[in-house]
């Protein structure tokens, strides 16, 4: 259960297969494998050991990837941290870590210089820049050039050794680290190889945030399958689709809004033609968008549900893709879910409740914090604050997030059912709806939409045709705000909480 070994054992018995490329870069296994030691090493040589973290403040680089690989075989704890973090917020998730090092870039020197004072744990010389120096930084590629590319020595890691703390995106409240360990990496490779039929001549393609927990539903088992791996600095749609093109892609992952970005280009038919896997991921793909897709290119699109927390991950294969179009898949092979009442009783079938699940890929805990790994997992089970219902053959249908859910004079609203109806409108590219107050019900839905290039309408024509077709009274939407683009964060995710939040100022909201 030592995922550090992989690099090594995919070195030693496919050494000239291609493993990596990063734009002009294209790396053998036997090179990526050196370019990983020579990491290990140095970072061991600067006092780096087993259990120690080490903050990653990177974007999409070839650095990060061989940094996540090179703390695996050192059994140190890779801490992937956004780009986008500033100020006390991102010295607060440092100081959480227990980091001993970071590695940056000059670009967000700038924020690490202005917490620097707040990172006692972090001497000077586990400061890292990969792009150069600065007064105060090592230059990451001076002590990775002057180490050995030989392997490190044996660091006794067990499946339980913790090998990466992922901070939660933050979406729904104050974010918390997420304990990963070997065993559970481990078993991202077997499980998921397995649900995208990947093998070691597949290539994919990743352009979202690597420090996002969902891409190592693609990174780890390209790791563990000896695959080659094409990764881009960021999602651009054009980039994208002339990469799948030209790499002739096989697998990919993309959140729900970068898809349907893709589905309104003009260049995708023929840059899916070599696509096995197409993996939705992040959030719930809407019937729309699921329907669009499959019809460009049936049997290639699965969708994933779960946590960074594990649990309760379901995956919907690309063979039940279009005989259950609404669900969210099955759980894993080895796994158990279940749908409780707010009592904690277990639903039957068709009934609406908490999704609640136990499998192999579910966390330890959360970093220095049992109170919270107490509330989450309960009796073994890992209770989502997700709201959903398992149909008689086990398929997951999610409803809604409960802290996304509207209570409107005293009923339950879910804002997906409303956005399945909204994305209908021509005119509509995207859509998020999310509860304000209101003086009679207390919430009302409120829609906020981007509009597809070259369409216009407006607010008030859209919530006639939004409330003419939605099924009930209470989801019919106070008021309709159009938006040239929605608050993301690293993963594309779309912050229903920052939506909210204006409306909500000055009141105290349930949610």
């Known amino acids: 259960m030592d995922v550090g070994s992989l690099p090594t054992r995919n070195a030693r018995h496919w050494p000239d297969r291609l493993a990596l490329v990063f734009e002009d870069r294209r790396l053998s296994w036997r090179d990526l494998n050196a370019r990983i030691n020579r990491?290990?090493?140095a970072l061991r040589l600067a006092g780096v050991a087993k259990g120690d973290a080490v903050a990653l403040l990177l974007p999409n680089t070839l650095e990060l990837v061989e940094l996540y690989w090179a703390l695996a075989k050192l059994g140190a704890v890779a801490v992937p941290l956004s780009p986008l973090l500033r100020g006390p917020t991102l010295?607060?998730?440092?100081r959480d870590s227990d980091a001993v090092a970071l590695v940056t870039t000059r670009e967000l020197a700038p924020e690490v210089v202005g917490i620097r004072a707040g990172l006692s744990s972090i001497p000077e010389h586990r400061l890292y820049l990969i792009d150069g120096s600065e007064p105060g930084f090592a230059d990451y590629h001076a002590a990775t050039g002057a180490a050995s590319s030989a392997e490190p020595p044996a660091s006794g890691i067990t499946g339980h050794d913790p090998c990466h703390i992922i901070y939660s995106s933050g979406t729904t409240g104050d974010p918390k680290g997420i304990i990963h360990t070997h065993r559970m990496r481990a078993y991202y490779g077997i499980n998921f190889s397995r649900a995208w039929r990947m093998g070691g001549d597949a290539v994919v393609l990743q352009a979202g945030s690597l420090?996002?927990?969902?891409s190592m539903l693609m990174t780890v088992p390209w790791m563990y399958t000896g695959a080659c791996l094409v990764v881009q600095r960021r999602f651009d749609p054009s980039d994208y689709l002339a990469a799948a093109v030209r790499e002739r892609v096989t697998h990919g992952m993309l959140v729900p809004s970068q898809?349907?970005?893709?589905?309104?280009?003009?260049?995708?038919v023929p840059a899916l033609s070599t696509f096995e896997t197409l993996l939705s991921v992040g959030a719930p793909l809407l019937l729309e968008h699921k329907e669009r897709l499959s019809r460009l290119k049936p049997g290639i699109c699965c969708e994933l549900y779960g946590l960074t927390e594990g649990g309760s991950t379901t995956v919907l294969d690309r063979d039940d893709f279009l005989?259950?179009?609404g669900s969210v898949g099955v759980p894993l092979p080895l796994a158990e879910m279940k749908i409780v009442d707010d009592d904690g009783r277990e639903l039957p079938p068709r009934a609406i409740g908490e999704i609640c699940g136990r499998n192999a890929v579910m966390m330890p805990g959360y970093h220095k914090r049992p109170d919270l790994t107490a509330r989450a997992v309960r009796d073994g089970w890992l209770h989502t604050g997700d709201v959903g219902y398992l149909d008689e053959e086990?398929?997951?249908y999610l409803v809604d997030r409960k802290k996304d859910m509207i209570i409107s004079g005293g009923v339950n609203v879910y804002p997906k059912d409303i956005e399945e109806v909204v994305v209908q409108h021509p005119a509509v590219l995207e859509a998020a709806v999310f509860g304000v107050p209101d003086p009679r019900w207390g919430e009302a839905p409120h829609c906020a939409v981007i509009l597809r290039p070259g369409h216009a309408t407006d607010g008030d024509a859209l919530k006639a045709w939004i409330n003419g077709r939605v099924g009930a009274a209470y989801q019919r939407?106070?008021?309709?705000?159009?938006?040239?683009a929605f608050p993301r964060n690293a993963a594309g995710k779309t912050l229903k909480r920052e939506l909210r939040a204006p409306y909500w100022e000055g009141r105290e909201s349930r949610i």
């Open 323 to 325: 005989r259950k179009p």
């Open 394 to 396: 086990g398929f997951l």
């Open 477 to 484: 939407v106070r008021e309709v705000s159009i938006r040239p």
């Open 211 to 214: 420090i996002f927990n969902g």
């Open 91 to 94: 010295e607060s998730l440092i």
């Open 39 to 41: 990491a290990a090493n």
């Open 259 to 268: 898809i349907v970005t893709l589905l309104a280009h003009p260049d995708i």
